[in-house]
């Protein structure tokens, strides 16, 4: 059995007789390096998808995004990413601790391309690297172990009309998301949230 593959992916490329052309793609396209092409491509997006399980399997699926370069390529099998302020409930990175097997998908809507990067999570509260975004709760870094191109062909053409005012900067401070001033959420907030602060301005997204 090869590296990616399973009983059940083999299962199904049997039944759809694809095994000769998933093989062809994994020994041709996928590999456990980030290339020049990769980092510029990782490097140019502002958003991906991240998923992750936890020790019983059990799966989420989140979104991430951010200014564009909020993703870097730290060495050829090494990425890092900040994880901003959210809803609290950690259940992707609560998953990437007790089980750090994530896959990356990274999209360009208005390019039609797509590519994944699956590999080993681990996150460190007080990582160096914080410091470089601003608002980041802690950094995480992922060790890919194999990174390829995903057929475009069903990637809807899109344009970017805003990037969210959410995103922290350093040159403006960050609004309050108007769910953190709602009757059922700001009694239960962090006692340093920033929502807590009655002259911080509110937007509803």
């Given at each position: 059995?090869?590296?990616m593959?399973?009983?059940g992916s ?6 759809f007789?694809t ?15 980030i290339?020049?092409?990769?980092r510029?491509?990782?490097e140019?997006?502002?958003m991906?998808?991240?998923?992750t399980?936890?020790?019983e399997?059990r ?5 991430k995004g951010?200014?564009?370069g ?9 990425i890092?990413f900040p994880a901003y ?23 360009d809507?208005?390019g ?11 996150i ?7 410091a470089?975004?601003?608002e ?6 992922v ?10 062909r069903?990637?809807?053409?899109y ?13 403006c ?5 108007a ?9 239960a ?5 920033p ?11």
């Amino acid at each position: 059995m090869r590296g990616m593959y399973h009983d059940g992916s083999r299962g199904l490329q049997d039944r759809f007789d694809t095994r000769r052309l998933a093989d062809r793609i994994e020994d041709r396209i996928v590999h456990d390096a980030i290339d020049e092409g990769d980092r510029a491509f990782i490097e140019a997006r502002d958003m991906f998808f991240l998923a992750t399980a936890d020790e019983e399997g059990r799966p989420q699926c989140s979104y991430k995004g951010g200014d564009p370069g909020f993703v870097r390529v730290l060495d050829e099998h090494t990425i890092a990413f900040p994880a901003y302020d959210g809803n609290g409930m950690y259940l992707s990175f609560g998953n990437a601790l007790v089980n750090p097997h994530v896959g990356l998908l990274f999209i360009d809507f208005e390019g039609r391309k797509r590519m994944r990067l699956n590999g080993v999570a681990s996150i460190d509260l007080d990582d160096p690297l914080r410091a470089e975004w601003p608002e980041a709760q802690f950094v995480v870094r992922v060790r890919a172990t194999e990174v390829f191109p995903n057929c475009p062909r069903y990637i809807h053409e899109y344009t970017l009309v805003q990037r969210s005012r959410f995103v922290p900067k350093t040159d403006c401070e960050t609004p309050v998301p108007a769910w953190k001033r709602s009757e059922w959420a700001h009694d239960a907030l962090p006692a340093a949230d920033p929502a807590n602060d009655p002259s911080r301005e509110v937007r509803p997204r």
